[in-house]
């Protein structure tokens, strides 16, 4: 490990982690309804360019407003570590921040599809108005079986989700600042 650390631009980049999820429900095994999430999580796009970035040794941009979420803190680090600090708090303020992996994309299955809670689904529904990330998949769902490709990116510091559901017959769907009542990678 110690061998990384000389390179902290790069510490976590290429870091996921596979996940899965079934969901199984029914009176009986022949007619049950099943659900499968099979999916990875990793750096957001916006996050790996920044990492690339700083691994390259590119100078920040002349965009004051744009957040340089991972590029500011790294070259803090940097400056401290020229003036003889290996590992000071700003790396360690990069390397928590380069650890974050907000990017969900999943593979959903599912199979002869019935309510699960009916009075759950409209109670939700009530309180949560706008929709979260489960509302925003069910709205896809058409038909008792089918599958669909979801790719979910959450910003640092941001309360929202950037989700693109494309169904099977292959179209693309859009969905930005989603609220993330219910999201599997908050941040």
Not at 63 to 83: A, D, F, S
Request: positive net charge; aromatic residues 10%.
């Amino acid at each position: 490990r110690l061998g990384r650390l000389n390179n902290l631009a790069v510490f976590h980049e290429g870091k996921d982690i596979e996940s899965q999820l079934n969901l199984h429900y029914g009176s009986n095994c022949v007619d049950q309804s099943s659900i499968t999430f099979k999916g990875k999580y990793t750096h957001t796009d916006d996050e790996e360019k920044q990492i690339r970035e700083n691994a390259e040794g590119k100078p920040l941009g002349i965009n004051r407003m744009k957040k340089y979420t991972l590029r500011r803190p790294y070259k803090k680090c940097t400056e401290h570590q020229k003036r003889g600090v290996p590992l000071n708090f700003e790396c360690m303020k990069y390397l928590y921040y380069t650890s974050r992996l907000g990017k969900l994309t999943t593979d959903v299955e599912y199979k002869n599809l019935k309510p699960l809670f009916p009075m759950l689904l409209k109670y939700y529904k009530k309180v949560h108005k706008e929709g979260g990330f489960l509302s925003t998949l069910a709205s896809h769902v058409h038909g008792p079986t089918g599958k669909l490709h979801v790719v979910s990116q959450v910003p640092p510091v941001e309360k929202y989700s950037d989700i693109v559901v494309t169904t099977e017959d292959g179209h693309s769907f859009h969905h930005d600042h989603v609220p993330i009542y219910s999201h599997f990678a908050r941040a």
